[in-house]
């Protein structure tokens, strides 16, 4: 489905920004995981809300994934959504500082912060491309353990033509089995300001 | 408290005026700024907090993992979180209801900011912590609400299953009521002809044993008889074929006999399931009843079984024999046909406090669980059609529900079946 919210010049831009932004980010979160770190080229799309329970299954072909979203305002305010397979980050409690046992609220707040690690060096790798400062909230836990169809159960407040336009981004560590990815989604009514944003980059060029 | 300290910058005592507690630590963790909020709720005043770690002030605090925290922030320069809901605490601080809260301190949310320099590096974190007990408190209480309603609603649920296996119990048993009506309806109409034929029938057999014995006189009487007459005989006998005949007659009298026995026995067993018939209480020895039943079915089982008696002790029981000896049949029958080639069939007896134990091994094939399950079932039977009615169990069952007793099953395919009857000494309450 194509809404049309960018142009296509506008398009491209995003994504090159997404592939400048996420080298950046990818060296920072190797830096805090003291490992390699694989990025997959983002991907930039349009998407109504009622789709994206199929674009995240498409992602992580997983049957029950659990994913964690953290809110992101400044010029452009949208939603990051991390989507974890159904090992979660479990291998990564040693690096994030957890021990070795952990227990159900601690999976859940290794969750948030390794989200938290990802999100906030994507977008913040982003905002800087875009000259623009990003704050964010805190993580919460969108949903666990759901089939992919069931991620979005809680936000089908929304209107479901609510377009949204998702960079979407895989990540891979090398040493650990531990696979996530993410999903940038900004509301319709975000389209002004991240329009205006693209444009002021173009014309830098 | 601490006073108002007169060279605060402005900043300085916004930050001291907000209700969250907002601190400073640099690269080491050591404590750079700590304001009014810290003071009041953490009791340790500025000069005594900054300048020490904050792994000093905060004796409890997850060391390794909270120094990777910090890490992380520094590195990336980007924030970081903790919430009451996976951490009711990071810092023990106490709350502000010593005497309504009931949690031991603080609930928070936690925000570690990252303070860049000129050239973007992150020199210090901010750390906000945030007083969300009251919110907790309430989520809480509604947790706890919620919860109690989803234990009551499938504790309602529950009931409402076990409602609807009642309902279905009463559809079953007023089935039953209805097939031990129409049973006993069926039993009193065959009952009467059956034994008028019976009656008949054997009054016919009779007269045929007669026929044939004076057709034998005759014959003896022959050669007095003239030659034409004597060929003539002769000649009608093989036209009848009569040595057939007379043989195949009482054969077919015997099985006709047969048959009717078992209509009159198929007819009692009806007549028993619908709890027509004798229903007197007397004492009795249920060894007695045990022995003049395996007397009755002895032909039975004596090529396929040996009787192994294993006979306890046992004091006379209120009961009613007639029907007692109905359920030992059936048992023993079934005992026999279970048993392929050769095997045993153990009864064992045994007084148990206030009740008798009789139980009857057999080294029989067994039977599946799905079998087990549906034996005492009325009209349900393994054995081929015409060979048993499916109400023996059946009748059982019922006879040993009307002596307040119990029947048990354990079978293993293969190795044999157990039938445990428990039988209550004495019938009447008083």
Redesign the interface.
Known sequence: MSLNLLTEEQNEALQEIANIGMGRAGRSIAGVFDEFVELSVPRVREAGLDRLPAAVADLIPDETLTAVRQGFFGRVRGEAIVVFGITGCRDLAGLMGYGSALEDCEEDELLLDVSNVIVSACLGGIAEQLNADVCFSAPSVLASHVPPAGLFDRTSAAPADTGALIVEVNFRLERHSFACSLLMMLPADSMGAIRRALDDFLANF | MERFEPDMTAGQRLIDMVDVGVFAVDRALCVRSWNAFMVAHSGLGRQAAIGRSIFDLFSDL?R??????F??VF?????????W???PWLFRIPHNRPITGGVDCMQQ?T?FIPLKDEHGEAVLVLVCVFDVTDAALLHRRLAETVSALEAERSEQQTLIARLAEAQEQLIQSEKLAAIGQLAAGVAHEINNPVGFVMSNFGALERYIERAFALIAAYDRQLDQLPPAVQADMAQMKADIDYDFMADDARSLVAESRDGLERVKRIVSDLRDFSRVGETEWQWASLHNCLDSTLNVVMNEIKYKAQVVKDYGDLPQIECMPFQLNQVFLNLLVNAAHAIDGQGAITLRTRLEGDSVVVQFSDTGCGMPPEVVKRIFDPFFTTKPVGKGTGLGLSVTHSIVGRHRGSIAVDSTPGQGTTFTLRLPLRQTSA
């Open positions: 997850p390794g993992w909270l120094e990777k925290k890490e992380r590195a990336l320069g980007a924030p970081s979180f903790t919430s809901e996976q951490r949310d925000r």
